[in-house]
């Protein structure tokens, strides 16, 4: 079993910016590649960005390209994702992923996720 723990979120203003962190524990977390998912109210749960066990590779929604930026520690267990440029149509429910895989690739469909976080708000009003 692997653990995930969301943090970061909030309430922000438009422009503005937040970092999530999610911290990972239960097993080896450089055997995981990581994704970063949304939820908003009423609307399915959407990819945002993932990166791939080493760090080596990322891939990103064009909805969040060029503000978002994902990263991860494999000595803390974390992955982190940097938000800039936040908009309203920001606002979610942030999760984090796992996948089991030593491969360089990353995931962008919930399905493919073998474990998730319990998820942190992002708010950015209008």
């Known amino acids: 079993q692997v653990q995930l723990v969301e943090s970061g979120g909030g309430l922000v203003q438009a422009g503005g910016s937040l970092r999530l962190s999610c911290a990972a524990s239960?097993?080896?977390?450089?055997?995981?590649?990581m994704g970063w998912f949304r939820q908003a109210p009423g609307k399915e749960r959407e990819f945002v960005t993932a990166?791939?066990?080493?760090?080596?590779?990322?891939y990103y929604a064009d909805s969040v390209k060029g503000r978002f930026t994902i990263s991860r520690d494999n000595v803390k267990n974390t992955v982190y994702l940097q938000m800039n440029s936040l908009k309203s149509e920001d606002t979610a429910v942030y999760y984090c992923?796992?996948?089991?895989?030593?491969?360089?690739?990353?995931?962008?469909?919930?399905?493919?996720?073998?474990?998730w976080g319990q998820g942190t708000q992002v708010t950015v009003p209008s």
């Open positions: 992923a796992a996948k089991y895989s030593r491969l360089s690739g990353v995931y962008s469909r919930v399905g493919e996720y073998d474990y």
């Open positions: 239960g097993r080896t977390f450089s055997n995981y590649a």
């Open positions: 990166i791939s066990w080493s760090g080596g590779t990322t």
